[in-house]
């Protein structure tokens, strides 16, 4: 199947020399809008994502040219599989589409996954969602989901209150609220401009958030519940529910993502397109290269039943890739009831280095459902180590300086 039928031709476009400021401006008034197409006298010349503008300071005066990226091109014909693909390892929910070397229009996530929706009833949300989930509380303040979002590296985090899911806030409703806030007190458009950044609305305005009164602001938000600004109600999916009903969800009710609630409707995970787009890579032919070293003690494990852990590791922590996976199992002289005593170890090697985990059991699929277990947790606790150790202080400052540049016109 081709994406011939997905492509579009609307889409944010936005000169080279368009200043961010007016780019987060169509960001924030088009919430659909997640990535924009710069073209320069008619020609296509790379992406300005969304994602970029929010993840870091950059000065409101910048050019589109000095932060634009040059993302993957596909043809009209290319296949659903290769452009999923793409989406997947560039980060991109839109890719243009080309005619040999005419831009022809655009693909993006939601429209690729309509374009595939009826044919997803083979998988199910378990077989696709992501487990290791960070969540948010309705008192957890502005502050500490803006923590949150930049060190674990995520875009929304589910709001839960006594296992109970009753909201979603991302970081697109935090630009939102805290643009809006700002309006709201100042009266009219942000500093006297249009919503796009551009020219004064009134020929006498006065420009009266300056850089004070916007780092006093930015501070009190840090401090608001994450409960003013959550969107509700929480948009949930059950894990048996087929990924072709929970997708269809996702497009009737215009979101991303979905929390995963077991049968007492306590959250055990998330689903978003992402994860969605990465299953359709999945094929037999491209499963993850796994080298097992003393295959004659499998005598109940399979390279299939291996694969499928080794890969469902992967899938609950978003953001790792796995290069190529290494399992070796060493037989013992001890045993037990005629079962011998096994040693398996599981080494990924990945974008983010080398993980392991070994466990000893008696028998070799014990053995290898320890080390597993020891390797998940591993993987998790060097996502810890790798969080940017600040003082409280400093943390505070970093995000209220954050605030501050949303708010700079």
């Known amino acids: 199947m081709d994406i011939s039928d997905a492509r579009s031709h609307e889409f944010e476009s936005i000169e080279p020399e368009t200043t961010l400021s007016k780019v987060r401006g169509a960001f924030t008034t088009n919430e659909r809008a997640r990535v924009a197409v710069v073209e320069d006298d008619g020609e296509f010349a790379g992406v300005v994502t969304?994602?970029?503008?929010?993840?870091?300071?950059?000065?409101?005066?910048?050019?589109?040219?000095?932060?634009?990226?040059?993302?993957?091109?596909?043809?009209?014909?290319?296949?659903?599989?290769?452009t999923a693909r793409l989406m997947v390892e560039s980060g991109l929910d839109l890719l243009p589409v080309f005619e040999g070397s005419r831009l022809q229009g655009v693909?993006?996530?939601?429209?690729?996954?309509?374009?595939?929706?009826?044919?997803?009833?083979?998988?199910?949300?378990?077989?696709?969602?992501?487990?290791?989930?960070?969540?948010?509380?309705?008192?957890?303040t502005l502050g500490e989901v803006i923590n949150s979002i930049r060190e674990y590296g995520i875009s929304r985090l589910p709001?839960?209150?006594?296992?109970?899911?009753?909201?979603?806030?991302?970081?697109?409703?935090?630009?939102?609220?805290?643009?809006?806030?700002?309006?709201?007190?100042?009266?009219?458009?942000?500093?006297?401009?249009?919503?796009?950044?551009?020219?004064?609305?009134?020929?006498?305005?006065n420009a009266t958030g300056g850089h004070g009164e916007r780092a006093g602001f930015a501070a009190r938000m840090l401090d608001l519940p994450v409960s003013n600004l959550m969107s509700t109600p929480a948009r949930t999916v059950e894990?048996?529910?087929?990924?072709?009903?929970?997708?269809?969800?996702?497009?009737?009710?215009?979101?991303?993502?979905?929390?995963?609630?077991?049968?007492?409707?306590?959250?055990?995970?998330?689903?978003?397109?992402?994860?969605?787009?990465?299953?359709?890579?999945?094929?037999?032919?491209?499963?993850?290269?796994?080298?097992?070293?003393?295959?004659?003690?499998?005598?109940?494990?399979?390279?299939?039943?291996?694969?499928?852990r080794v890969e469902a590791i992967e899938g609950k922590y978003?953001?790792?890739?796995?290069?190529?996976?290494?399992?070796?199992?060493q037989k013992h002289r001890e045993s037990n009831r005629g079962m011998p005593l096994v040693r398996a170890t599981v080494r990924l090697f990945t974008d983010r280095g080398t993980h392991a985990g070994t466990g000893e059991e008696y028998g070799t699929e014990a053995a290898f459902d320890a080390a597993c277990d020891v390797l998940e947790r591993n993987v998790l606790d060097e996502k810890e180590k790798n969080?940017?150790?600040?003082?409280?202080?400093?943390?505070?400052?970093?995000?209220?300086?954050?605030?501050?540049?949303?708010l700079e016109p």
């Open 387 to 406: 969080r940017v150790d600040r003082k409280p202080e400093d943390v505070r400052e970093r995000n209220a300086s954050l605030l501050e540049w949303w």
């Open 318 to 329: 978003d953001g790792m890739s796995v290069i190529e996976a290494h399992v070796a199992f």
């Open 239 to 308: 894990a048996d529910v087929l990924l072709d009903d929970a997708v269809e969800r996702m497009l009737a009710d215009d979101v991303s993502s979905l929390v995963v609630v077991d049968g007492d409707g306590r959250p055990t995970g998330i689903v978003t397109k992402t994860d969605v787009l990465r299953s359709l890579t999945w094929t037999e032919e491209r499963r993850m290269p796994v080298r097992v070293f003393g295959v004659d003690l499998m005598d109940v494990l399979t390279r299939e039943e291996i694969a499928d």
């Open 50 to 82: 969304r994602k970029q503008l929010l993840a870091s300071r950059h000065s409101p005066d910048a050019k589109a040219r000095t932060v634009m990226q040059d993302p993957p091109r596909v043809d009209r014909t290319e296949d659903v599989r290769e």
């Open 159 to 205: 709001v839960v209150d006594d296992d109970d899911p009753v909201g979603l806030v991302s970081v697109y409703d935090l630009v939102e609220f805290t643009v809006r806030e700002m309006q709201r007190q100042q009266g009219g458009s942000l500093d006297g401009f249009d919503e796009h950044g551009g020219r004064g609305t009134r020929d006498d305005y």
């Open 107 to 140: 693909v993006t996530a939601h429209d690729l996954l309509a374009h595939v929706q009826s044919y997803l009833d083979a998988l199910s949300v378990e077989d696709v969602a992501t487990r290791d989930l960070i969540t948010a509380t309705p008192d957890t």
